[in-house]
């Protein structure tokens, strides 16, 4: 039987169908636009006018309005978002020992020993090193999300942003910009200080042992990908969706337990020893 994982971003909402054999069947992602029950209904009939015969499967939400859609979906398992990210990564990257998650409007750290969730770290409140800001410098710019990481891996002389709140670093940029810097090296400039607040930030006093995985949209970014990568000195290890770690996550978690609620003819066979 598969499952559909939802995850409500503050961006974008997604939804996985994976699967009883864990593979991801189909994935869409609604942009959430601050009504996140019409992004997951609508992203939920997206994916069952392709697959009508999946009336009735086992859902489960993660996400920043989990419980509300959690209840208008019908859900039998809620998560918050530390638990999804950490599942999906231990699924896929069973060593990883590090998540970086970084999404719309918040960010987190996770630390995995043996698979389970050893110790995290969030930052809901400051905006720096959120997608949200990359997306909103990126158009100041006039440059495509695309063109904003090709032009970081581009750079040479990146510029020194000093200012650990957003309104400085803007305003930094804006001098630096208006001294005739090559756009290449304010952006990449631009993604080596918000690598350097999560660190100092999210990441405070936490060990971030290798191997370490990058999840959520910004993950797309290969600036923030290179300056993580400079930073910590290793190379991430990045899922190919990572926006929808989230949903695969809760998709995972829900079958595990449907799976120990109600063992198939097999499994109930076996744990009798027949
Ligand atoms: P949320 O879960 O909070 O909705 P996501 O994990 O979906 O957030 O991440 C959204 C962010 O991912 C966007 O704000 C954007 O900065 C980044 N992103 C998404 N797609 C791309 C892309 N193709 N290239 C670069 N960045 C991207």
């Known amino acids: 039987m598969p499952y559909l994982g939802i995850d409500v971003g ?14 991801i069947e189909a994935s869409v992602a609604k942009p959430t636009l601050g009504e996140p029950e019409k992004a997951a209904v609508s992203a939920l009939e997206r994916i ?22 959690g209840q208008r979906t019908g859900a039998v398992l809620v998560k918050n978002e530390i638990t999804a990210q950490a599942a999906a990564a231990a699924h896929y990257f069973p060593r990883v020992r590090t998540i970086i998650e970084i999404g719309g409007q918040d960010s987190k750290l996770i630390l995995l020993r043996d698979g389970l969730v050893a110790d995290f770290g969030l930052n809901t409140v400051c905006a720096a090193g959120t997608g949200s800001f990359l997306d909103h410098q990126a158009q100041r710019l006039g440059l495509s999300l695309s063109d904003f990481g090709r032009l970081a891996m581009r750079s040479q002389s990146p510029i020194e942003i000093s200012g650990r709140c957003t309104v400085f670093a803007e305003s930094e940029m804006i001098h630096h910009q208006q001294s005739g810097v090559l756009p290449e090296d304010i952006v990449y400039g631009m993604c080596r200080a918000l690598v350097r607040n999560y660190l100092g930030s999210v990441a405070a006093g936490k060990e971030l042992e290798p191997p ?16 993580f990568e400079e930073e910590l000195k290793t190379r991430l290890v990045i899922p190919p969706q990572p926006e929808m770690m989230g949903a695969i996550g809760v998709a995972l978690l829900v079958q595990k337990e449907t799976l120990s609620h109600h063992p198939s003819v097999n499994e109930r066979a076996e744990s009798l020893g027949l």
């Open 10 to 23: 503050s961006v974008a909402t997604k939804v996985i169908l994976l699967s009883d054999h864990q593979q």
């Open 212 to 227: 370490v995985a990058f999840q959520g949209g910004v993950a797309y970014n290969p600036g923030m990908v290179r300056a």
């Open 48 to 69: 069952r006018k392709d697959r009508p015969d999946l009336n009735g499967l086992p859902i489960a939400v993660t996400g920043s309005a989990r419980e509300f859609i």
